[in-house]
């Protein structure tokens, strides 16, 4: 959940190639357009995080990066009911690197939370990652991330998460093989 009074600043500077942090379904994340290539390289300093590793990226429908894809998205992703899952979808070379980590392929989550549908709406898809330093703990709640990291990033949301207690499941979009569950 995010504070829809809180919304308007959150999307402002998301707009602006911003950092900013929100609550996700379970934990924490630090996000930014994917549009903004600086945007994303300021969540891996700030998450100290090797950018080898790559990045989530959230969006609303699969749609959005079908541009990218050198698969089908499956019916499996599109008709998945709960928690959605993050999805391993091979990527074609017009994919920025920055968001593979150099690899062939992309961590994509389509969301199911209100609050991120309706900003990922009025922002385009987002960069996601978990609003902490690489190696510790996911934070699950908003003074955890406005202790930690509050001062290296634009905005810090208003709001909760969903109250899942585990990261999404990670699956293979060719095989629908669930790599983390």
Not at 5 to 19: K, S, T, W, Y
Not at 44 to 55: E, F, I, S
Not at 66 to 94: K, L, M, Q
Not at 111 to 131: D, E, F, R, Y
Request: proline content about 6%; glycine content about 8%.
């Amino acid at each position: 959940m995010i504070f829809a009074d809180d919304f308007n600043e959150n999307a402002r500077l998301l707009l602006e190639g911003g950092v900013t942090a929100i609550p996700t379904e379970g934990i924490w994340g630090l996000s930014c357009s994917i549009s903004e290539e600086h945007a994303i390289e300021r969540v891996l300093r700030v998450k100290q995080r090797d950018p080898a590793k790559g990045l989530i990226t959230l969006v609303k429908s699969f749609d959005e990066l079908a541009h990218w894809f050198a698969c089908p998205v499956s019916d499996v992703a599109r008709d998945e009911i709960g928690r959605p899952s993050t999805w391993i979808i091979p990527v074609n070379s017009d994919c920025p690197r920055i968001l593979t980590g150099g690899r062939d392929s992309m961590a994509v989550r389509r969301i199911k939370m209100p609050a991120l549908i309706h900003l990922i709406a009025n922002v385009g898809p987002l960069v996601s990652t978990s609003a902490n330093r690489s190696g510790r703990p996911a934070y699950q709640f908003r003074w955890q991330v406005m202790n930690q990291l509050g001062h290296l990033v634009d905005h810090v949301a208003r709001g909760r998460t969903q109250g899942y207690r585990q990261p999404s499941t990670v699956r293979n979009m060719q095989t629908g093989t669930i790599i983390r569950e």
